[in-house]
């Protein structure tokens, strides 16, 4: 049972930083109507909103659990920034969680509500026992659903594979492969249905078009690996945390200070452009634009030369969204 969980990975949707973020909000969430039915029935538990001195107490409790939970989802992305977090880490870390709100329960309840009649081992067994039923049934929900997501993504990518193995127009130079951190092969994607890149720690969500559905894929990899195995395809950085497909920019807008790629998908927002990568995205505009142009490439690439929209009323100013 150790090996297995040493060796397995969690469903990579657990540690996206909005579900990370959410994970907070739904702990405390849940913990307000399970301690809104626990509460009447337990003698050491003093969270509720009867009186002001209960509701302040309450109110400072949270702010506090919130404070921690925070913290540590923070520094959950920290580290899996510099490793890759598998199942019994990711357990380990949530246990730790418990422990740590349970002991912060107790010394509240001694040093704040002080009239408590248990002893610190009574309330800290109790709230032990409480903290495992809060955050374990919310955890455990995410879990299931980020499997859930992680399963679907797969079956989409699967299907998009299997028309592609039947679209006899699609030649190899158009077909672009990704790798995972390990060097596996995990996917194969036509240049004319991918559309953008967004950097995640450590992986890539990779956007692309399905019989004219927007989808993505979590690729388990570095932004830096995938943009140093895209060097000769159309994929270009426009952003420490965006990469774009030439063939699918439609125009580049102007907001104030901030440059925004507009891509030819109108359900996707505009990509950030920064200032560092934008003479270099330029270029490689107009480098498109000469080849499309004199028709060289045509037999792998197919489309319209990209337009360059920017106002002429603000020609001077530079600016960059990161």
Known sequence: MTNILKNREIPKFLLDNRYLVGSVFFVLIFSFFFMAIYTPFSNTSWIGVDTWRHLGMSVAFYIGALLFLYTSKFLMILVQRRRNIHLWVYVLWVFSEILILSLFYTIFTIAIVKDTPNSPIMVFSKALGCMILIMAIPYTIMTLYAA?????????????????????????????????????????????????????????????????????????????????????????????????????????????????????????????????????LVERIEKYNATATSGEGASTIVAAPIVYAEPAAEPSQEGGAE
């Open 148 to 280: 859930y997501k992680a399963k679907t993504e797969e079956l989409e990518l699967l299907q998009y594979q299997l028309n592609l193995a039947t679209n006899n127009q699609v030649a190899f130079p158009s077909l672009i492969n990704l790798h995972d951190y390990n060097g596996v092969l995990k996917l194969t994607i036509s240049a004319d249905s991918l559309y953008y890149m967004e950097s995640q720690d450590n992986y890539v969500k990779i956007y692309y078009e399905n019989q004219g559905k927007l989808l993505s894929y979590m690729l388990r990899c570095r932004t830096k690996a995938v943009e140093e195995n895209l060097a000769e395809t159309n994929m270009v950085r426009c952003h420490r945390s965006f990469m774009v497909n030439i063939i699918k920019i439609n125009h580049i807008k102007k907001d104030g200070k901030s440059r925004y790629i507009v891509l030819s998908n109108p359900d996707i927002k505009p990509v950030p452009v920064s200032k560092s990568y934008f003479k270099n």
